[in-house]
């Protein structure tokens, strides 16, 4: 039992000069190691916890650049709207105006040729009724009689009698 003992304590003290520091050296190495990968990867999530927040940022920021982009998208077709609208009224109006003026232009020559056609009818009806040939003053006075007696404004569709003659 001595010598037990005795060897057992020589083993301790060999194991504890040799084994012990090399057992515990590579006990201190593992732990730096696992305590510097714990480092690491907490670095690694900040970081990752940065990056995330800047995502979030830079999404937040687009998604408010995308909505500014589409309001002014949309003001500037209300815009284009409003100003294709303004145009095609001018337009519509500029054309109204142009079909009054040919209109009226159409209805002064119409009547113009109705009056010539009723002196000369008129004309015509006096030879023939009282046979002879007239002058140039009776013809004139027959025309202004003939004139004066057909009522012009209704055929302008006007009512004014002035604006036929």
């Known amino acids: ?22 057992i515990q050296e ?5 732990a730096r190691a696992i305590r510097e990968s714990i480092e690491a990867a907490e670095r690694q999530r900040q970081e990752a916890d ?3 927040n800047e995502y979030r940022e830079r999404l937040k920021e687009a998604r408010e650049q995308a909505e500014d982009i589409t309001e002014r998208a949309r003001k500037a077709a209300d ?20 079909a009054r003026r040919d ?11 109705i009056r010539k056609e009723v002196a ?3 004309v015509l009806a006096t030879e023939k009724v009282t046979r002879r040939t007239l002058d140039a003053d009776d013809q004139k006075r027959l025309v202004e009689e003939a004139l004066s007696e057909v009522d012009f404004s209704a055929l302008a569709g006007n009512g004014s009698h002035e604006e036929a003659r």
């Open 1 to 22: 039992m001595i010598w037990t003992l005795v060897l057992f304590v020589f083993t301790m003290w060999v194991l504890g000069k040799v084994a012990f520091p090399r």
């Open 26 to 30: 590579a006990l201190d190495k593992r």
């Open 50 to 52: 940065e990056l995330l």
């Open 79 to 98: 815009v284009a709207k409003a100003e294709a609208a303004e145009l095609g009224q001018e337009k519509r109006e500029q054309l109204v105006a142009a």
């Open 103 to 113: 209109i009226e232009t159409e209805t002064r020559r119409s009547l113009e040729r």
């Open 120 to 122: 000369d009818l008129t």
